[in-house]
C-alpha cells in the first residue's frame, strides 16, 4: 500500500475508534441516566437488559453473558431483588438450579424513557440502505462481542496485575 493510501487507510481506522469511543461514552452516561430514573445502579440497569434479551438464567450463565465474576453475580442479582426487579426461581427441570428472572414489565416501565432516543434513531437509519444496515449491524455486534471479551478477561485479572498507584 502507497503512504498516501496509508495515511488514508490510518485516518479512517482513527475515525472509526473515535467514534466508538464517543457512541461508548454517549451510551454509558444515557444508560447511567435511565437507570438512575428507575432507581437502580448502570449495573442493574444492563443486568435487567441482559435477563430480558436471553431471559431468566443462572448466575453462571449470566456471567458468561456479562463477564461479570461470580461474586459480583451474585450481589447484583441480590440487589435486583432486593429492589423488587428481579427473583430467584427453581429450574423447572433441575430443581438443583436456580434462575434469576425478572419480576414486572420491565420493557413499559423503560419504554417512556426510550421513546426520544429510539425516534432519533429510527431516522438516523433511514438513511442507509439495506447494505449498508447489514454492515452497520455486523460491526456492532462483533465489536460487542470483542469487548465482552475483553470485559470478561478484565474480571479474571489478579489484583495483582491491576496498575500500581504512583510510590
Known sequence: MDQARMSQREALLQAVYDSGR???????????????????????????DILLRFGPMTAGEFGEHSGLAPASVTGLMQRLERKGVAKRVRHAEDKRKVLIELVGDQPAAAAPHFADFMAGLAALLEGYSDDELRVIADFSSRAARIQQEAAGRLGQASSIDQVPGPA
Do not use: Y
Not at 435511565?34 to 435487567?48: F, H, I, M, W, Y
Open 22 to 48: 464517543e457512541l461508548s461514552t454517549a451510551s454509558v452516561m444515557f444508560h447511567a441516566k435511565l437507570s438512575e430514573l428507575r432507581g437502580l445502579s448502570a449495573t442493574e440497569g444492563k443486568a435487567v
